[in-house]
């Protein structure tokens, strides 16, 4: 990716990476240039450049052997906001030059403010620090790939939050799997009872059946006994009936008999 890509891309702490640079240029240049003006100043400046050039330029850092520690220390400055208070702090560093008078210093401190201004923007926009090509850096392919590494994390997260939902709701099928078969269980034995239930009430329906044709065999007898008795009795007044007449028949002969 060339200079002017870098400048479309529209990512500001590639803008202060590239102030970084003209300020490091400025203080080396203008600190030989105003040496016997400031020279604590100067000497100063050419410090704060040699640290900046640790700070944006990442191909001396590949060139040069490292150790881990020192690798961490500058994975610091990878920060925005870390960045942003460093160039302005130097920038307040390289205005003071001007109490004592006024000198070509006071440029690189104009150049050290812009580039904590880009670096505040980045910073407070949310961008992803990115670092020139041009240097050793990665170009906004950093950005691209921290983009989808927070993608990525995000997918991540969620794929973890659907495993999660997908075991909860395995444990909440096995749960109501569990109560449906419980259910199963209680409903075969309702079923059983009123299977049982039925049963009986048809032995009682039976039973009932059996009584009721009892009873009609009882009434039926009894109306039948009624109606002997009933004959019975009249066979009894005819009875009486003849009786008395063969009673009086009797005492008539008796008579006649007394009478001969």
């Excluded at 450049?49 to 040069?64: D, R, T, Y």
């Excluded at 994975?75 to 942003?84: I, L, M, V």
């Excluded at 949310?126 to 995000?154: M, P």
């Amino acid at each position: 990716m060339g200079v002017f890509d870098e400048i479309k891309s529209k990512n500001f702490s590639l803008y202060g990476q590239w102030l970084g640079i003209i300020s490091i240029i400025l203080l080396i240049a203008l600190g030989i240039v105003g040496f016997m003006q400031h020279v604590v100043f100067s000497i100063v400046g050419w410090v704060i450049a040699f640290i900046l050039i640790g700070i944006e330029v990442p191909l001396c850092l590949k060139l040069c052997p490292t150790s881990p520690k020192f690798d961490s220390f500058i994975a610091y400055f990878e920060n925005c906001y870390f960045r942003a208070l460093i160039y302005l702090a130097f920038a307040v560093v390289m205005f003071l030059s001007n109490l004592l008078n006024v000198g070509p210093l006071i440029a690189t401190g104009v150049s050290l403010l812009l580039a904590a201004i880009c670096y505040g923007i980045a910073a407070f926009s949310g961008q992803a620090f990115a670092s020139s090509r041009i240097f050793g850096g990665t170009g906004v392919d950093n950005v691209k790939l921290n983009s989808l590494r927070a993608e990525a994390e995000t997918a991540t997260s969620l794929g973890d939050d659907f495993a999660n939902k997908i075991k909860q709701l395995e444990e909440e099928n096995i749960q109501k799997g569990h109560e449906i078969t419980s259910f199963k269980v209680k409903n075969e034995r309702l079923e059983a009872r009123l299977k049982r239930i039925e049963d009986e009430l048809i032995q009682v329906n039976l039973k009932a059946q059996e009584s009721n044709q009892k009873s009609e065999d009882l009434e039926k007898h009894v109306t039948d006994l009624e109606q002997e008795l009933e004959n019975a009795e009249k066979k009894n007044d005819e009875l009486k009936e003849m009786n008395k007449v063969v009673k009086e028949e009797l005492e008539e002969f008796v008579r006649q008999l007394e009478v001969a």
